[in-house]
């Protein structure tokens, strides 16, 4: 047993940060006399920070606001203006443009002082599709109108084509793709199952092209139905997807039961470990706390672990801090489901296997999530506890994880056209030299070989950094080499990333047109270069990759291998400049000036920034050493939008060019990939 707190049967997923889900509008009053169209915008996962444009029958606005974006939960606000009558058309845009735009209709006028849902999901996108002869949902929108009964009638066959998926998932009665608010879970409410269909109903198409209805554990494609046809009925998902559902519920509402209480009364007792066994753990939890992740103690039967942390070392942050005393939790999200199979790589593989998103809003009003895996154990239900899902972790016993890159660099030095302004793309593969799995029979993890879709086909190889002890392995070799001695950039600067493409600058026609990647030293290294190997679109949600370990002097068999999943696709950098970003305040454009009062040596660094309210937070901050490389990473707490320094900036460097000194802000995730922003003198 690893700890007697922490036993519950839920569903989670792979590491990340934390941030709100698809918990958004809902109908029900609003202020006064204001009618209101409200919504989310999700793909299973909630589309934050996306445009919404919002048209009447005329082609015009008709909101009182200007420019509408989603919020970090895919929820909007359109407040109508006076006299406004329905059709309203709503058209959602990915900011990323990993998928196509999501379409919604309404053909009733809320009443005054009223708010009328009007979501924006695949599905409501396919359903407009079907009234238009050219398939594309888009072109409804175009026109200016649509036909009311149409509309309601296709709705109503999809709903019926959905009905034995619906009733396995537990959707109550009057389902309505376009009106069912998607709702948060909260201590006293579970939320509804909205938001569980998009998880576990795709859009796809048949082999004649047609728009069709599959879920996540059955592809087959059943065309959809339109206003004339019923369509073939979807049969119900498995067991497994089904009472997926009902556990994903189940872990919102304990964890929002959990987090009602304050930090004293639900950590008890919190052990210390070497940071190579995970570090800090809380081990003793209050009442409300327990019977929340899989344990050897309980039914399950498995200690849960993820990236060789256990439950009270995954959740330490969480379970700690102040801030998340009155946190509320949205219903998680499905990134990936896996049947079980005899031949997987995973650890346990021989049991089903969801990857889950469980996003929140701490008790400060700031956004996050945590990403682990469920696992479905049969057998291991009860009366008390009627599912066979429990978080459970991955499995995995080393600290070692990919996500997407991507990175706003701007130069402040408007002369120097050398190192220009750009949007760069790329992975990363972070392999911790102090977590978890770092040591091993008194060894230490020295190297490690890195191979998978889109990689060269030998593989991308790891070393040690002793100059960067507690960071993670540095790249230094795209060969598949392990005898590659030299660090990038010599070790002085952490470099575990791989950067594909990058733009010709961040506004105007240079934000969406590629220029060369650079080369020479290290960029030789870490950016693509022509016949390297490297293939970007491979790159993909769903995408895994074999990590070869190497502990000691071993060059030859790993010692130790272990497999982890892509869960997001890689954003063009073309697309950058689509998504929301924060902008440096006075102080750190103060502190990157040559000419100013603080381009002397500075002990601490009062480091600030404009905040976007469409924008994720920022999460650490970074500035630059006397080797013209990244100092330690600082950890930003929530909500704020200043933060000190602590180990301060030399003097602007004497360099080729002269006069540098920059700063990186990392920004919060809520989905495991990764987003910075760097601004540069020269």
Known sequence: MRFAFLKLAVSSTAVALFLAACGGGGGGSTAASSAQIVGTAATGAALAFAPVTITNSAGNSPCVETGITTTLTGSYTCTLKSGEQAPFFVVVTDPTGNTGALVSVTTTTPPAGSALTVNATP??????????????????VNARSVDAGALKAVTANVVAQLQ???DRIGVPAGYDPFATSITAATAGNTGNTADLVLDVVKIVKDSAGKLALATIDDPTPRTLATATSSGTAVPAPSTSVTTLSQATQLVAQKLAGCFALPTSSRVLNVTTHPADQGGPEVDNVGDACEDFVSDSSNAAGIDFMHNGYYAGQFFYGLLTADSMTGATFSVPEVLAFYPASSAGSSPISTYDRAVLNIRYIDGQGNAGSVITVASRIPGSSSSGRPTEWWLTGNQWTVDIGVRMNLRRVEQLNSANTAKFSTFQTGVVFTISQVGP???RGGQQLTLARVTGPGLPAAGVVYRYSPTNPSRALDA??????LTATTLCNNGSVNCPNWWFERTAGVSGSGATTLASNPTGGTNDLIWAQSGDGFTMASFKKGAQYKFELFYGTNTGT??????????????????AINLPWNTPGSNTLAALNPSGSLAGALSTVLTDWVQ?????????ITWSTASAGFGSSQSVARGVTSATYANGAPAFLATTPPNVRFVLMSYRSGDSSNRSAVYTYN
């Open 437 to 439: 799995g770092s040591q």
């Open 612 to 620: 976007n309210p469409a924008a994720p937070q920022i999460s650490g």
């Open 123 to 140: 599905l409501t996108t396919a359903i407009v599709a079907q009234l238009a002869g050219d398939g594309n949902a888009l072109s409804v």
């Open 558 to 575: 790993a010692d130790l291998t272990e497999f982890r999943t892509l869960l997001t696709d890689v954003v063009p950098a073309t697309q």
């Open 164 to 166: 034995a998926v619906l």
């Open 476 to 481: 230094v070799s795209k060969t598949g080499d």
